[in-house]
């Protein structure tokens, strides 16, 4: 009789570890390719930043130098998970253990979490406009195979640390309330899509 009792654990958990380590094997080979690209994105961003030193951009706006200080913490993180993804071999699924999984979440995190930080504080001393974090939000949901509660929980990070930074620092209250509705329709939306994808 013990042959045929079945729970709900035997049922769904090894069906769902088998799912998620497919997940992030298929993943690897891509976010490979994404760190790589992003790494050299930042340097075409900092020879960006030079040319707007050289005509003394920093001088008249502040946010021109955070700038740069944010593509230099861009390039010193990609440095560092380019260096990583690279030195690890993951020859098939069976091979991927819980690190790999941390590796994804925490390269979503950063980008994420960066591209607010961007677009919270810094953008709004240049052109206040969304686009980083506009990018990152879709560049997530498109790149990494996050679980929903994880992907939940960056997302409302993420989206706390742009309301927080346009507040203190967008002062034209018409732009700024445009700034709430887009931004959280815009997590709304690239979270779906992250579910979608998953």
Known sequence: MSILHFSKETIFSVPQEEFL??????NFSRLKILS??????DLILLLTDFGHYQK?????????????????VLGFGMVLITLLYWSINL????????THKVYEAF?????LFLSAVTTGWIDPLIHGQLTVYIIGCFGVALFFHLRPTISFFIYLASFLIVIVGITRNQHNMIVLNGHYINSLMLIFVSWTLSLTLY
């Open 56 to 72: 003394d951009s920093w001088g008249g706006a502040p946010g021109y130098q955070l700038l740069f200080y944010s593509h230099v």
């Open 21 to 26: 380590k497919n997940q992030v094997f298929s």
């Open 107 to 111: 390269f979503a995190c950063f980008i």
């Open 36 to 41: 790589l690209s992003l790494l050299l994105v």
């Open 91 to 98: 020859p098939s699924e069976d091979h991927v253990g819980r």
